[in-house]
């Protein structure tokens, strides 16, 4: 069964940075495209970065490029996204995500809240 | 900037049939698009019904279905129930390494 377990939510100030992590098991990690996907109170999903399997690719929505990157250590099992430069729009549950190739988005954790406020 | 669209709202009988569409703002839906479907209820994680147009997700009832209908994506439940009362997303591969989620369906069933 694959179970995907976010953690490092929290709230911070703007301007201040987080790393969330995202620890992956029953599934072949390294196999694995790896999608970060958030979602503001009470607003829709907002597809945020995905990186491929082996972390040669990756990609970032306009709203956080710059700011924020996602990376990946396959010896862990583990996906991370360092998030600097955080606003206040940034308030969100972040949910990491694992897909069969880079083009899709299949599986999902339960989420971590991270609040921007001062 | 395109946009992907969906219908705010729906509305099904209990044991009816609905189609929810996923289109573009500009341009046309294909598989190329790689629609896929997520059902979400209030304080729960998405749960992914539908990817790459049709291929239903493990443990998903043959009620739900996708397609594409003319330049849209389309899921559709038949034999609806009470516990699909819920938000329904869909997203869309852009290229180069991009993609949109729709602003969700919210569906009611009474």
């Known amino acids: 069964e694959v179970q995907l377990l976010e953690s490092g939510g929290g709230l911070v100030q703007p301007g201040g940075s987080l790393r969330l992590s995202c620890a992956g098991s029953?599934?072949?990690?390294?196999?694995?495209?790896m999608s970060w996907v958030r979602q503001a109170p009470g607003k829709g999903l907002e597809w945020v970065s995905t990186i491929s399997g082996s972390g040669v690719s990756s990609y970032y929505a306009d709203s956080v490029k710059g700011r924020f990157t996602i990376s990946r250590d396959n010896s862990k099992n583990t996906l991370y996204l360092q998030m600097n430069s955080l606003r206040a729009d940034d308030t969100a549950v972040y949910y990491c995500?694992?897909?069969?190739?880079?083009?899709?988005?299949?599986?999902w954790g339960q989420g971590t809240l991270v609040t921007v406020s001062s | 900037q395109t946009v992907v669209t969906q219908e705010p709202s729906f509305s099904v009988s209990p044991g009816g049939t609905v189609t929810l569409t996923c289109g573009l703002s500009s341009g046309s839906v294909s598989t190329s698009s790689y629609p896929s479907w997520y059902q979400q209820t209030p304080g729960q994680a998405p749960r992914t019904l539908i990817y790459n147009t049709d291929t239903r997700s493990s443990g998903v009832p043959d009620r739900f279905s996708g397609s594409i209908l003319g330049n849209k994506a389309a899921l559709t439940i038949t034999g609806a129930q009470a516990d699909d009362e819920s938000d329904y997303y869909c997203v869309l591969y852009m290229g180069g390494g991009i993609r949109l989620f729709g602003g969700g369906t919210k569906l009611t069933v009474l």
């Open positions: 995500a694992r897909g069969p190739t880079s083009l899709l988005i299949v599986d």
């Open positions: 029953g599934f072949t990690f390294s196999s694995s495209a």
